[in-house]
């Protein structure tokens, strides 16, 4: 079963996570998403967050993980369309104050 859906356009890399986000598939979608990240060196990722509805603190690691990697190569990251469980998660986090959260925005 497909868990991302990943869309490279315009230096624009969406991250689409499809189900939620746990310990079980948390690292097979950061190994994808890095081996994307550092062969395409976006300018910025856009991490869709639409399709999931749980998330535990292996989906936190995974975001900043991300985070730390554009940062490397220059990117900025945003976080969009994220369930209001998972936004909650997000602002617990202080996810806000180091990268945008866009809710219902389109890119």
């Not at 997000?90 to 219902?104: D, S, Y």
């Amino acid at each position: 079963m497909e868990k991302t859906r990943f869309i490279y356009e315009d230096a624009t890399l969406t991250v689409k996570i499809l189900g939620d986000i746990d310990h079980h598939n948390a690292r097979a979608v950061r190994e994808e998403a890095d081996k994307i990240i550092l062969g395409r060196k976006p300018r910025l990722i856009l991490l869709d967050l639409s399709a999931v509805e749980f998330m535990d603190s292996s989906g936190l690691g995974l975001i900043l993980g991300r985070y730390n990697l554009a940062e490397e190569i220059g990117a900025e990251v945003k976080i969009i369309k994220p369930a209001p469980s998972v936004l909650r998660i997000l602002e617990l986090a202080g996810i806000e104050r180091i990268m945008k959260i866009e809710e219902g925005a389109k890119k």
